[in-house]
């Protein structure tokens, strides 16, 4: 059985577009199918479109939060209930193109070593060209100083086997960048490339300083590379400060002490505090992670379903 989880917030003109879409190339999948669509606290009709759809359609489960608690919140909860032995992740505004599971499903067939099939947009049309920018930018830094390879232009959606969707749900850390733990489970994954596709109805939930927010989250989430920067600067600032501490002593010694360099201290005192400032932000971002974790709090709250836990 294949799994498919659909997380949802404020979508009510998508989810029967996406449905359709779906059905219309399911003969073509040569399985059965699950849906197990999240309503992620939306705040439109979401809710009741899906009531009505998994009341009509058996195969048809729904979760719905409590409350907006983000989608990747929606695609653990989506991945603890899912079924299949096969399990994939899409967007419901069909910027992942049903059509392409076929193919997908067929690398999975041919190829029994590979665990997982994902998705790469080669292009990034219909986006705004900074927010382009700054996605390269992640992506060249976030490799760069982080373990685990994130593929740019990778997206969510993807076919799993059972053995990564079981190995994902190992990882139960709270604060959850899931294109990091995706790759962070490892297993053996190719990627399907394809055109970017603009979404069929809705807008996007995602504005500017919320992607930056998110693409501070990965790094924060899957490198320590900031507190290391901090603590080589902190050690570089140190040891010329020695440096300096000598030449100042020698120069007294040999010419007297004539009191000058106002102003050169002025700045050094600016840009050291400046720094120790930005070192103890970068800790208490590294210190608010572990706060939120120590707590243990659940990662998502049902407060209405169709479907019996697994
Ligand atoms: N989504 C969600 N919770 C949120 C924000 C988004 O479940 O808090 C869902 C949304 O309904 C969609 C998917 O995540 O199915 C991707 O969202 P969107 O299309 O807004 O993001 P983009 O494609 O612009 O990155
Ligand atoms: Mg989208």
Redesign the pocket.
Known sequence: MLSII????N?EESIPLFFAAVEKIKKELHTEIEYIF?N?GSQDRTLEVLRDLSQSYSHVHYLSFSR?F??EA?LYAGLEHARGDLVTVM???L?DPPELLIEMKDMLEVDKDLDCVGTRRTTRDGEPPIRSFFAKLFYKLINKISQVEMVDGARDFRLMRRSMVDAILEVTEYNRFSKGIFAWVGFKTTYLEYKNVE?VAGT???NFWQLFSYSLEGIVNFSDAPLAIAFVAGLTACLLAFLLMGVVILRTLIFGDPTSGWPSLVSIILFLGGFQLLSIGILGKYIGKIFMETKKRPIYIVKESNKQER
């Open positions: 659909i997380p949802c917030f979508e999240i992620d907006n983000g989608k929606a967007d419901v505004d910027q979404r996007t939930s995602w």
